[in-house]
């Protein structure tokens, strides 16, 4: 039977709008929250060093976000979506749990991803006539529509993963929510595997990690390991009992207690000596009164100094070069103190022994009976032990063999001030995960003890060395009055013989005690 051409045109109409229908193009707004995931090694909590972002910013996939600390190791954090951070939920020097939310980011989705699989309600007939056969089958175009997007790679950390049931979350449920129940998906054998492990609902593993949270094997196994594990307790608030209180470590205080007791595993080798300061003590003034004006900054006046070395120059440029410099107000200092000089004689004596540039590398557990390593380093990387009001940190000089003693003391007042700040401010650009090989302790800044014995910790170099209080001596050979000052090292015994120890510490004292040898040697 022949179709008419109007009725051919009223067909091809109702089929393109069927295929171009404005559902299929449709977004909307979704607030996604940012969880901390489990970064592995026991870690169960971190502490928010920094964040990168504020609130309404725009971010990318993979853009960095903050700045985390645990007992381990500092970890930057990446977003795992496109789009906008609407609310902080964990400010900076908080403790997040892991699972617990960092942040929400707003991000848009397609109503069909968004949903989950709903009735889809049946279309009228076209109104068409019946007779003809090109009317009567508009689902033919249907076939030829675009296929849905495909799901975005997951992030790694896996913030926005749906969260996994905790012990209390997993514990059966008392109400039946027949609605849930019929939009979880799963395939008959993971139904099987859930009822074996005693799961009599699988919409209390809902959403799992499969398409549309289809519940997956790893799901169901999941629940069972963390249904076994004992709830973490919350932190135990101060106990007061009569005139005595009850308190629980900090996380910074709690990773001192076990690194000392990795210490026990390391075979400590003692040495302790004097040095003679009195050089630099004499040299000291000459030096307090060149110090730089990006760490000594002027104050600001309204005239020109009378005699310049930029008297040659327009007067408009003079004002340029006379007045301070841009530089970080946390390094600003008056005087120079000794320990900067002491840490420039130091790094000077490491560029001549390559031992105590080194880092020991052991093996993995897989490697079988692989030998320890030794990386040798081009650089002096010293860490300075910082005692701050939320713990003890060792923030890292890197390449202090090519800082001055000037940059040494500004780089010193910068750990100083970020230590002291609420929360703490120092993040891994300070310490970074590969430390130092020298860690170095000025225990005689706060008490008059002359020496120590400080304890090395796996990862903190070969050797560390505490620095005491100086003080006038007079020497009976030549009743001369000399400012002299106790070292204090300990070196891991494995790596570095005791005859090594002391040879190094006479190169230091080469340096010490012989400042004018820099001025041959430059920096």
Known sequence: MLVSRGQRLFARRWLGKAYFHPSHSAHKKVSKTFKLADIGEGITECEVLKWNVKASAK????????????????VEITSPFDGTVTELLVKEGEIAKVGQGLCKIEVEEDDAAAEEPAEVPQKEPA??????????????????????KPARRPHPLDPNQPPRPTVSQSSPSTEFDPELEARTLATPAVRHLAREKGIPRLSQLFPGSGKRGRIEKADVEAWVTKSQIKTQEPTVQPRVEGNEMTIELGRTRWAMWKAMEQSLKI???????????????????VLNANIPIEYNPPKPSKYLPAVSPHAVLPASMQQAHCAPAESDPATHYEKLTYLPLLLKALARAMQEWPLFRSSISLPSEGEGNAKPNLIIRPHADIAIALSTPTGLYTPTIQRADTLNAYELMGTLRRFSALGRTIPNGLTPKEMPKKGATITVSNVGAIGKGEFASPLLVPGGGVAIVAIGRAKWVRRAEDDAKRLEVGISWSADHRVVEGAEMAAFTETWRKWVEEPG?????GR
């Not at 075979?267 to 003034?285: A, K």
């Not at 040898?517 to 040697?521: D, E, F, Q, Y």
């Open 267 to 285: 075979p400590h080798f003692g040495y302790s000596t004097t040095l003679d300061l009195t050089n630099l003590h004499n040299l000291l003034p």
């Open 59 to 74: 971010v990318d996939h993979f853009d960095l976000l903050c700045e985390v600390q645990s007992d381990k190791a500092s």
């Open 517 to 521: 040898l820099w001025a041959a040697g």
């Open 127 to 148: 109104p068409v006539v019946q007779s003809h056969p090109l009317a009567e089958s508009p689902q033919e175009p249907q076939s030829q529509s675009p296929p849905p």
